[in-house]
């Protein structure tokens, strides 16, 4: 931490403006003494920081990997701003109150104020930490987005990164086609959707220590019709009062909205997709949220009947709400490769999801955003529970089914990242190394010198004793 405060020292020297100047002071005062506050002051003005060309944050930032939702992992991000798309995400923003509109709940259930965020496309630079988001909504910190606001960043060169001779399974041969060329596209309107709106989106009726709400007390509930009987109190935040579920829960709901608003054909026109095109950009952004549903069943441990990825555990309850939904809109079907190996077919009924898909879409969001903004835990846990759970007792036979997941299961992708260093003449050099694990190898040996892996060492040494 003393290092990442030193180079934070200097950094500050090249700072843009004040903004700046003061996210960098409220960085180093927390990685030096520990302080949550200064970190969440250095994020507001990291926030206040709107449309600079080089974008970055740092900080403990992702709850996702702690079984108890809780602890952030380290992250830390340079990347450099894409005009030419950032340009359509603005567009978002700029309409975003009135899409917010169109998301199945009453205005009771959405921010007093919808604070407009700064919304950019970025190329990384660097990204350091277990793994690489597609897109990000931050700071994390509840209050802040409540009442300062956010940013969404979208990562576009991780969107369209890929390996050559990525196979496709899990789809027919029509389908794969289609996916291929599309999949890219469709994601970066999901990307867009699920940052800007999913996470953006909704509000948390709060009592407050003196006794006021920051809501109408007769407001109704969505699922009941009755008036709402809970809500957060002082001092309780959505990741305390949902603790190990409200990652997947939230991504969920992400998701969902994503899902929700890309059938919206003006929204697809920002984006640029109109006509066919924009009806195959939700055809396969609906395609790629079931076979995600089906995928995601790798990261289920049966031995201890819990999820371990909070996004694919998301997509595997969308495509139980999905197959639910029946009528033929989505379907599973079991079949054989030719060396005599089980696969699946997964299919939707592009015909039904403006319908059948809609409607079931939008009525699980309702009830998502309902027990989310009333605090209701035992309500949204029960009901999220039913979708998550994995076993035999369904036509699909997710239990079952899992272990064909497991046969056709593809390796994990790997991004190999660039590094900068300093020419002689003082100018900087950009270094890319090949697509391979040897590319990777020597990305990290370049990245870290000799000192680092001493300062590695020895806290290892040091704190061993409690591993």
Same mark, same amino acid.
């Given at each position: 931490m003393s290092k990442a405060a030193e180079n934070?020292?200097?950094?500050?020297?090249?700072?843009?403006?004040?903004?700046?100047?003061?996210?960098?002071?409220?960085?180093?005062?927390?990685?030096?003494?520990?302080?949550?506050?200064?970190?969440?002051?250095?994020?507001?003005?990291?926030i206040k920081d709107k449309g600079p060309i080089v974008e970055n944050y740092i900080g403990f930032i992702e709850s996702y990997r702690?079984?108890?939702?809780?602890?952030?992992?380290?992250?830390?991000?340079?990347?450099?701003?894409?005009?030419?798309?950032?340009?359509?995400?603005?567009?978002?923003?700029?309409?975003?109150?009135?899409l917010l509109s169109l998301l199945p709940w009453t205005a009771d259930y959405e921010k007093d104020h919808f604070l407009k965020p700064d919304f950019t496309s970025l190329d990384v630079l660097s990204f350091a930490s277990s793994g690489i988001p597609a897109g990000i909504n931050i700071p994390n910190y509840d209050d802040i987005r409540q009442d300062d606001g956010f940013k969404n960043v979208s990562l576009g060169n991780v969107l369209s990164a890929h390996s050559k001779g990525d196979k496709i399974t899990f789809l027919t041969e029509e389908d794969k086609k289609l996916f291929s060329s599309l999949k890219a596209s469709a994601f970066e309107v999901q990307v867009g959707l699920h940052e800007l709106l999913?996470?953006?989106?909704?509000?948390?009726?709060?009592?407050n220590k003196d006794g006021?709400?920051?809501? @109408?007390?007769?407001?109704?509930?969505?699922?009941?019709? #009755?008036? +709402?009987? =809970?809500?957060?109190?002082?001092?309780?935040?959505?990741?305390?009062k949902f603790s190990t579920m409200a990652s997947t829960y939230e991504e969920?709901?992400?998701?969902?909205?994503?899902?929700?608003?890309?059938?919206?054909?003006?929204?697809?026109?920002?984006?640029?997709?109109?006509?066919?095109?924009?009806?195959?950009?939700l055809y396969i952004n609906w395609l790629n949220m079931v076979r995600a549903g089906l995928l995601g069943l790798e990261f289920y441990t049966p031995e201890t009947e819990t999820w371990r990825q909070a996004h694919m555990q998301a997509r595997h309850v969308i495509l139980r709400v999905l197959l639910e939904a029946g009528q033929g809109l989505v379907t599973i079907t079991r079949t054989t490769d030719e060396d005599?190996?089980?696969?699946?077919?997964?299919?939707? @009924?592009?015909?039904?999801?403006?319908?059948?898909?809609? #409607?079931? +879409?939008? =009525?699980?969001?309702?009830?998502?955003?309902?027990?989310?903004?009333?605090?209701?835990?035992?309500?949204?846990k029960a009901y999220y529970g039913q979708y998550s759970a994995v076993n035999d007792d369904t036509p699909e036979k997710f239990?079952?089914?899992?272990?064909?997941?497991?046969?056709?299961?593809?390796?994990?992708?790997?991004?190999?990242?660039?590094?900068?260093?300093?020419?002689?003449?003082?100018?900087?050099?950009?270094?890319?190394?090949?697509?391979?694990a040897t590319g990777i190898v020597e990305s990290f040996i370049d990245r870290f010198s000799e000192a680092y892996e001493s300062n590695v060492y020895d806290l290892w040494q040091k704190d061993k004793q409690h591993f």
């Open positions: 934070l020292n200097k950094a500050k020297e090249f700072a843009a403006n004040e903004n700046q100047s003061k996210m960098i002071d409220g960085y180093i005062e927390s990685f030096t003494t520990g302080s949550i506050d200064a970190h969440k002051e250095g994020s507001r003005n990291w702690d079984p108890y939702g809780v602890r952030g992992e380290w992250e830390g991000f340079v990347s450099i701003v894409n005009k030419a798309m950032s340009a359509k995400f603005s567009n978002l923003v700029d309409q975003s109150e009135t999913g996470h953006g989106s909704g509000k948390l009726f709060i009592k006021s709400f920051n809501f @109408d007390p007769e407001v109704k509930n969505l699922i009941t019709g #009755e008036k +709402i009987s =809970t809500w957060y109190l002082e001092g309780e935040t959505w990741d305390t969920c709901r992400a998701e969902c909205v994503g899902l929700y608003l890309c059938l919206n054909r003006d929204i697809l026109k920002i984006f640029g997709h109109e006509g066919e095109g924009a009806d195959n950009i005599g190996q089980p696969n699946a077919i997964i299919t939707l @009924d592009r015909s039904k999801i403006e319908t059948v898909g809609k #409607e079931a +879409i939008g =009525t699980f969001l309702r009830n998502l955003q309902v027990y989310k903004s009333t605090g209701d835990f035992v309500g949204a239990l079952n089914l899992r272990e064909v997941v497991m046969l056709q299961k593809q390796p994990r992708r790997m991004f190999v990242q660039v590094n900068t260093k300093l020419s002689e003449g003082g100018s900087v050099e950009l270094c890319e190394y090949e697509a391979t």
